[in-house]
């Protein structure tokens, strides 16, 4: 196995200090001078025409500078979602729209000289609306005399299918073979129906953002981000102000999950800042984050099978519904995912087919959010593939381990469905999926328990297992990149675009840098994430920042490190091929084994002879996206009188490749999986009759807390990417995917009952165990 | 001044400056004597505080005084002979750790240290939870089946039991809850169940069960379901059908058909989920009291 | 209006609203590493220590806390000089994102104060209302753990 000195170590995190202390800050803690607080006004209904807006006494109560609406501000379309560009997601969106399309649609924005100014006057903007017709289920969303949700000018800035006369926001096609043919040779055809709903991610802190003038005039702004590279672009598209007069600062975020990779509050504190040439801060309240930020997408996934007696799968069909909501931000890119993270699994099968709509409803709206429609697509897979093997007496773990997809394997559905460009076709270098399913079925205690129904009082137990895969980065289309300068002690300076939300990738960035120069993290000095001083990065979504972000920094630091030789070699009159770097920050000479530190070698090149900074830059875009995998499995207690599910054990073994830092990675498992864990029991969005969310506080949308945690064990396999740096995959997304499907399966096992929907609240549970389903 | 709704109808709104002008004339009072509190509570749009949390979520946009009971010699708990009396400026967390001490089986103890969080079970008083009594209220099952009393100062005190006091909530205009009193509070068998959907949750039901028992003969068994339609329902009939009995009765009791207790639609649950779930856990709770079986939480 | 308190040590003179809270006093006046995560008391986020006892600043009227003292995570340890219980989180990789920390940290110093040798139980029970989306509270408990270990073979 490798052996790194720095690389697969459990360094401590680089700011994990500053956070203990409250030293670190986040987007609300900086301090500006004399702000001014920005507040919006939302509409209550799902489906309206502004039909006029009186601002009078608002502007009239003190303290009030100014409000904004679509009377009085126009801008183009655009999209929120941070992607690259143009963006896969229809520019379906204005600033200030006139229609109004769910209960939460911002309306307009009041700025003044307090928060509280700003959202007392934000209540008294008399706002008057010509009702539409809502539409609430995704379902009819495409039926001829559905009410229709956009189809003015809005359109698609890639050649991709849109159609919202039809509210069709993303479509993906895919088949190959004949699934009727292989269906006519099947024993046995399995169909089901699944339905996942939408959740809230709850980073603990909600977003904010602050636009301010450095003494330039120029506008920097701070921002709860992940995308800070594509906020400035968004900002600039969407108020008119010029790109290079735009700074974007990500400081410390406090969780994203996804709820970040989205430009929502940056371009309205730009446009109100630059307008007053006044500092202008943003805050949502919690309850706002819920209905104003995006939420993940509800889908309604149909799996069609036809297998043989021996479980071999001949043709295999899906057809999923996504509900997008108001807008279609991320709707293609989830869509896709759900077929492109899940179909490749079982790569044998000969004919598959996949329809995928995602359509527009007058709901909240959908966005990124961990996992990224591989977790609706894996809920349904994995309770298919259970089905499966119940019908023919196969074990899950066994059927699994004998069919998914293995290194040197390929599967026709990388080439097929991309992320609003053509997909790209892959080998699997790694996989190590048989081994985590292996290592996983062991310590649940898969053969004592499943199947076995062990009874205390009502009380049964079952155990269940999922597994899924994930990406790294999208394939052509995400880039990373950093530079690195040499100080005068032998430390570097490594300016990353890679956006730490707090994932720890400011920290495995720096411990690759470090490895590839033979010296101790602390001799690396990251900064990340500002326009200004970072070269670009994408941001942090699509599980890209191990790989791509990684191998841009693993190459600037090699290439730092050719130029530390080719320094040293003129420092000592030594032929560059007769140095190396050595360890513990020197250079060695091959011949004689003499040394030189880098310190001598920096100060050399800085102050003595042919002086030049030893400084570099590295730019680096996946050709592939190699998939981590992970097999998840539950035991489950179920309480027959009350349809309480309990989750006793849950068990994550999962293949990254070779773990950069195995203890950030570990705890992006054991994080992922107890939030997968009440995605599946407890999170719910519950709306009224006309669509306002009536539980948009922790109140009532209940997520996992320290008297929740079941017992989590989360493991990592021996493995290493080829194409990786140092061999590293993704780790982030993933371990969402598996606790919904394995919980349920579980529950199967349990009382013999199959729960199709999401959340699987006790009260559900017990009707369906009632019914006998 | 007037405000045109999108109605179309114009209401009358007062301005922000309006609303600075009166916030900033909400006055605080730090009252050292229950004499002192009680004549500031009798003012007009005075407010009492005992540290909770409900004043802060309601506001006080329609109050000109807060009184804050905190230096009040509020801040005690006795227990003589059974008899538990409880200052009304204890916190749920200041009881939970003196009954720890004097009475640790005593229901109030699971009910009230599962309340919550810790950090609001450090602000919640005893007599800011029996002022407001919240259809959530963890303090109100056990309340129930120990039959305690409210003891007020102030424009209506006097001495209430729930009953009343739930019947008559007019009469805590301007009253000062002091105390609480439960006059038979030691030696009791108990179990206490919250529903909740995680830890950190507020009931939609509690049960609330404590007896007495002398060998195998029941001598006193007392049951009661919070968070219904009515706040809080003593489950007098299957008392009845207990009391003074063998153990063994309990078999032949329909308990699942006798606890049923009417519940409004709540997130947590449709009713008729929560009728019938809270009779099951009626049914555990008695089991567990009674019997010795299965666990009480 | 005006109160003084004693923010970690220090005596304060601060002038605030008549309904203003606690978290709001103390961001507003430079203690930003008190967190707002919901501002209704269901996220822990603003925990606090007020006289010896956790609460969540978001529930406090600073006019309720005047005269009290008061110390928020800056207050046990600094980045100079950590608190063992800081240093226990970092070793543990505890932290992710760190947004829950500060207030999860008083918790636990609340905790260990009480029970120095808490069971897993008690540690549950003592972060029962500090939430944390990042970590699924595994490393936490572990950090908890380590923190009491060092502390009481200290004493």
């Known amino acids: ?716 396999a021996e493995s290493s990417e080829p194409s990786g740096p140092y061999g590293a995959k993704s780790i982030s997304e993933i371990g969402i995917n598996g606790p919904a499907p394995a919980i349920a399966n579980a529950i199967f096992d349990a009382v013999g009952i199959r729960l199709r929907e999401l959340p699987m609240t006790p009260e559900k549970v017990l009707a369906a165990i009632k019914a006998g389903r | 001044m007037a405000v045109r709704r999108s109605s179309g109808k114009y209401e009358d709104v007062p301005n922000d400056r309006q609303r600075g002008r009166s916030m900033n004339m909400i006055e605080w009072y730090f009252p050292e004597t229950v004499d002192e509190a009680a004549a500031l509570l009798a003012r007009e749009r005075t407010v009492p505080h005992g540290g909770g949390t409900s004043l802060v979520k309601s506001g006080l946009s329609s109050f000109s005084g807060v009184v804050d009971l905190a230096k009040l010699p509020l801040n005690y708990l006795k227990m003589e002979k059974g008899i538990l009396e409880i200052g009304a400026n204890q916190t749920f967390a200041s009881v939970v750790e003196n009954l720890s001490n004097l009475c640790p089986d005593c229901i109030l103890v699971a009910a009230l240290g599962s309340a919550a969080s810790t950090a609001l079970r450090n602000r919640i008083t005893i007599g800011g939870s029996v002022s407001f009594f919240p259809p959530w209220s963890d303090l109100i099952g056990p309340f129930s089946v120990l039959e305690g009393e409210i003891c007020t100062e102030g424009k209506n005190s006097g001495t209430y039991d729930l009953s009343s006091w739930l019947a008559n909530r007019p009469v805590q205009k301007g009253t000062l809850v002091t105390s609480v009193l439960f006059p038979d509070a030691a030696d009791w068998d108990s179990c206490y169940y919250r529903e909740v959907r995680v830890g950190f949750d507020y009931p939609s039901f509690t049960v609330s069960v404590v007896a007495r028992k002398n060998g195998s003969k029941i001598e006193q068994v007392r049951a009661a379901v919070s968070g219904g339609l009515e706040r809080v329902t003593r489950l007098s009939g299957i008392e009845e059908r207990l009391n003074g009995k063998d153990l063994s009765q309990l078999a032949f009791l329909d308990v699942h058909k006798m606890a049923r207790v009417t519940f409004g639609r709540k997130p947590a649950g449709s009713a008729e989920y929560l009728s019938e779930i809270a009779a099951v856990h009626v049914e555990r709770c008695l089991k567990s009291v009674l019997l010795g079986e299965g666990e009480s939480r | 209006m005006k109160g003084s308190f004693i923010v970690n040590g220090k005596k304060e003179e601060w002038s605030f609203a008549p309904d203003a809270v606690l978290l709001d006093v103390l961001r507003n006046n430079g203690h930003t590493e008190v967190h707002r995560g919901c501002g209704e008391g269901e996220c822990g986020a603003c925990a606090v220590i007020l006289e010896e006892r956790l609460v969540n600043s978001c529930q406090v009227f600073a006019a309720s806390a005047a005269g009290q003292k008061i110390t928020t995570v800056a207050g046990i340890g600094s980045i100079h000089s950590p608190h063992p219980i800081q240093q226990a989180f970092v070793e543990t990789g505890a932290i992710q994102c760190g947004f829950c920390t500060p207030a999860m940290i008083l918790a636990v110093f609340c905790l260990l104060q009480k029970t120095p040798n808490p069971t897993d139980e008690e540690i549950r029970k003592a972060l029962d209302g500090n939430l944390c989306r990042c970590t699924g509270y595994v490393k936490i408990i572990e950090a908890v753990r380590l923190a009491a270990r060092r502390m009481s073979s200290n004493e």
């Open chain 1, 1 to 716: 196995m490798n052996e790194f000195s720095v690389v697969g170590k459990p360094v401590l995190k680089v700011d994990s200090l500053s956070l203990a202390c409250g030293s670190a800050l986040f987007t609300a803690d900086f301090r500006v001078k004399d702000p001014l607080y920005l507040a919006f006004f939302y509409s209550p209904h799902a489906h309206a025409e502004i039909t006029r807006i009186d601002d009078s006494s608002a502007r009239a109560m003190e303290g009030v500078v100014d409000i904004f609406h679509s009377g009085n501000t126009s801008s183009g379309l655009f999209t929120t979602a941070g992607q690259g560009y143009p963006e896969p997601s229809p520019y379906d969106t204005r600033l200030f729209n006139k229609t109004v399309r769910y209960a939460g649609d911002i309306v307009g924005a009041v700025l003044a000289e307090s928060d509280k100014t700003a959202r007392a006057a934000a209540r008294a903007v008399a706002v008057e609306y010509t009702l539409l017709p809502p539409l609430f289920d995704p379902e009819k969303a495409m039926d001829g005399d559905a009410p229709r949700i956009h189809g003015e000018d809005e359109y698609a800035p890639l050649p991709v299918a849109y159609r919202p006369e039809q509210n069709i926001a993303g479509e993906v096609l895919f088949s190959f073979g004949n699934v009727e043919k292989g269906y006519a040779e099947a024993d046995f055809i399995e169909e089901d129906t699944y339905n996942t709903h939408c959740t809230s991610h709850c980073a603990m802190e909600p977003h904010a953002a602050t636009a301010s003038f450095d003494e330039y005039g120029r506008l920097v702004i701070y921002s709860t981000t992940q995308v800070p590279f594509h906020a400035r672009r968004i900002v600039s598209m969407t108020t008119g102000i010029p790109l290079h007069r735009i700074r974007v600062v990500k400081p410390r975020i406090g969780g994203g999950f996804g709820s970040k990779q989205e430009v929502i509050l940056e371009p309205y504190v730009a446009l109100a800042a630059w307008k007053h040439k006044r500092n202008v801060r943003a805050e949502l309240t919690r309850r706002e984050v819920f209905t104003t930020v995006r939420t993940r997408h509800a889908m309604r996934v149909r799996v069609r099978s036809g297998f043989k007696k021996d479980g071999t799968i001949i043709a295999l069909q899906m057809d999923d519904v996504m509900n997008t909501g108001a807008y279609g931000a991320h709707a293609l890119t989830v869509l896709s995912n759900a077929a492109s993270k899940v179909l490749p699994m079982f790569n044998k099968i000969p004919n598959m087919a996949f329809t995928g709509h995602a359509v527009y409803t007058t709901l909240p709206v959908g966005g990124a959010y961990r996992g990224y429609g591989a977790t609706q697509g894996y809920f349904a897979f994995n309770q298919h593939v259970d089905a499966i093997c119940r019908k023919i007496g196969a074990d899950f773990v066994e059927y699994v381990k004998k069919w998914h997809i293995r290194e040197g394997e390929t599967s026709e559905v990388f080439r097929a469905i991309g992320e609003g460009t053509e997909g790209v076709s892959q080998i699997v270098r790694s996989c190590k999926l048989s081994e985590c399913l292996d290592r996983g079925a062991e310590e649940i205690r898969w053969k004592e328990l499943r199947g076995k129904r062990l009874r205390s009082g009502s009380v049964v137990k079952g155990v269940g297992a999922a597994v899924s895969m994930q990406g790294s980065g999208i394939a052509m289309v995400d880039m990373g990149s950093a530079s690195m300068k040499m100080n005068d002690d032998g430390s570097f300076n490594l300016f990353a675009g890679a956006t730490d939300i707090g994932t720890g990738s400011d920290t495995i960035l720096s411990q690759i840098a470090a490895e590839t120069l033979g010296i101790p993290v602390e001799m690396i000095v990251i900064l990340s994430s500002d326009t200004d001083l970072t070269p670009f990065d994408t941001g942090a979504y699509a599980s890209s920042t191990t790989y791509i972000s990684g191998q841009a920094v693993l190459r600037c630091a090699k290439k730092i490190g050719d130029q530390i030789l080719s320094a040293a070699s003129s420092m000592t009159n030594t032929p560059v091929g007769n140095l190396s770097i050595g360890k513990g920050g020197k250079v060695i000479s091959i011949t004689d084994g003499s040394e030189i530190p880098f310190s001598e070698i920096a100060c050399y090149s800085m102050y003595s002879r042919n002086q030049f900074q030893i400084q570099t830059q590295a730019s680096f875009f996946g050709e592939e996206s190699p998939p981590p995998f992970m097999a998840h499995f539950a035991e489950v207690d179920v309480d027959m009188e009350t349809g309480r599910v309990r989750v006793v054990r849950f068990v994550s073994a999962g293949d990254c490749g070779q773990p950069i830092n195995p203890v950030l990675a570990l705890g992006q498992i054991e994080g992922a999986t107890l939030n997968g864990i009440s995605y599946a029991l407890t999170e719910q969005y519950l709306f009224d009759a006309k669509g306002k969310m009536t539980n948009n506080s922790f109140w009532d949308y209940k997520i996992y807390g320290s008297l929740d945690i079941p017992e989590v064990k989360a493991f990592l």
